[in-house]
């Protein structure tokens, strides 16, 4: 989730009516409850692995998770639903809604630059296992990821003015066309996604069949069959 579409998605619970607000605490809960699996809880306890197991037997289409942490990719597509919901009634005029929108959108602004300031203290930015490698490499590994976690934050907090930017000009009826309002702000929530997801995926994941097949040698058996 980029950090526009999460941005309106939480200015959107707050304008929504409150079983909005409720409704959502609670599938938030939920999803990020079985996205635990089994790592939830204290010692021994293994509620979260039961209801998981319950689930997975007995509720239909719960079984094509493969990984109980891909439960979270439900999350998008319910963000963007209630952001779509509410952004109508974010650009409604009303002075009470004015002074709501500068409050949740400079705490939301707010909470970035924090952890812009102390993200770098808090984290150790190395896994369990990296804690015995060379010190050397150590460093190397943290300098290189606070970089990334520092240009991924400004990145976060450029979108997020953008964001609210167009949200608050046609709040404002400077931009009086909807069709221009909702494409602006998709040109920007697809750019801020196609930018997460280049780190995952980017062109070379993507090869055509002719040079994929080039990375095999078929064996004597795999030629016989294909005769």
């Known amino acids: 989730i980029g950090g526009s579409l999460l941005f309106v998605f939480v200015l959107a619970l707050f304008f929504s009516d409150k079983r909005l607000l409720i409704g959502s605490t609670i599938f938030f809960f939920i999803i990020f409850l079985l996205s635990l699996g089994s790592h939830a809880g204290l010692g021994d306890n293994e509620l979260t692995l039961n209801i998981n197991r319950m689930l997975f037997d007995h509720f239909p289409m719960f079984d094509k998770f493969r990984t109980p942490n891909s439960a979270v990719s439900v999350l998008p597509t319910f963000v ?32 970035l630059v924090a952890i812009l300031a102390l993200g770098s203290l808090s984290f150790s930015f190395l896994s369990p296992a990296e804690v015995k490698i060379d010190y050397r490499v150590q460093q190397t590994l943290i300098e290189g990821r606070k970089m990334l976690f520092t240009a991924d934050v400004y990145r976060s907090m450029f979108v997020v003015v953008i964001s609210f930017g167009l949200i608050y000009l046609k709040y404002r009826n400077y931009i009086k066309q909807e069709i221009v309002f909702y494409g602006l702000l998709g040109v920007l929530f697809c750019a801020d996604l196609v930018s997460i997801n280049q780190r995952f995926f980017s062109d070379e994941n993507f090869v055509d069949s002719s040079t994929y097949d080039e990375q095999f040698t078929p064996s004597a058996a795999s030629l016989q069959i294909t005769q």
């Open 80 to 111: 963007i639903i209630i952001g779509a919901l509410g952004i109508e009634k974010l650009t409604q005029q009303d002075s009470e809604k004015s002074k709501k929108l500068l409050k949740i959108s400079g705490i939301f602004f707010s909470l």
